[in-house]
């Protein structure tokens, strides 16, 4: 059935608007490689990035809600995404049911993730903010890459990580210059490794949303 998700294949460039806010929205998308982000349109012009889409992630699922997307997804590198519609997804709950248990489990764990942003952008400093950004990304990238891969390349802008973490991409930049001063992390380019992954987690307050508990999931039907 995933594999039926995934039969078309379409490669879009970075700066690809996919789905537009406030706009119908009939496709969802399986990413198979590179980098999105979704985000909304606030009041001053400006824009809130909700949520970095790395390869796995599933695209457009908000707009099962509701008849026009309630957010604006575009490609921040070149990607390979898969196109499917509704009704694919539909037949997924009703001949597959545990799958679509695991989707349900991956979808509350997005909104923890997404609860976890918004207290550490009301509520914590801007190092702590630039810090939990990382820390979700790398954890993320872990499932992908193996649990030991603390070296990535993260393809954001400072103005894009300050629409992430409601900073200025000054201010970003003097965060993660920070804690590239205090040996927490290093930093080539785009190109960051964790130094110390502990410290940065606590400094950020951080918890691993990216596993879900898979006991009380339907059996399997034979």
């Known amino acids: 059935m995933l594999d039926r998700l ?8 970075r700066g690809t608007v996919l789905i537009s806010e406030g706009e119908p929205a009939r496709e969802l ?11 909304i349109l606030l009041g001053n012009g400006g824009r809130q990035i909700m949520r970095i889409n790395l390869p796995g992630d599933i695209l457009g699922c908000t ?41 349900f489990g991956l979808t509350v764990a997005e909104r923890a993730q997404l609860a976890d942003r918004l207290a550490s952008i009301g509520r914590t400093s801007a190092r702590a903010r630039v810090a939990s950004l990382l820390c979700e990304i790398f ?8 649990p030991d891969s603390d070296v990535t390349h993260i393809p954001l802008t400072q103005e894009e990580i ?12 003097r965060m993660i210059r920070n804690l590239v001063e205090d040996g927490i992390i290093e930093r080539s380019g785009n190109s ?17 949303r990216s596993k879900i508990a898979t006991g009380w999931l339907p059996p399997a039907k034979a």
């Not at 604006?72 to 990607?79: F, G, K, M, N, Q």
């Not at 898969?82 to 709950?93: K, M, Q, T």
Request: one cysteine or more; charged letters at 25%; proline letters at 3%.
């Open 6 to 13: 995934e039969a078309q294949q379409r490669n879009i460039r």
């Open 29 to 39: 998308y399986v990413v198979q490689k590179g980098w999105l982000q979704s985000s």
């Open 63 to 103: 707009s099962l809600a509701f008849d026009d997307s309630p957010e604006t997804v575009t490609a921040l590198t070149e990607a390979t995404i898969c196109p499917f519609d509704r009704e694919r997804l539909a037949i997924l709950f009703a001949e597959h049911p545990r799958l679509a248990a695991v989707l």
């Open 139 to 146: 954890s993320r990238l872990r499932l992908v890459n193996g």
């Open 162 to 173: 300050g629409d992430a973490t409601g900073l200025t991409a000054v201010h970003v930049n």
């Open 192 to 208: 960051f490794r964790l130094l110390d992954r502990k410290r940065l987690e606590s400094e950020a307050n951080f918890t691993d």
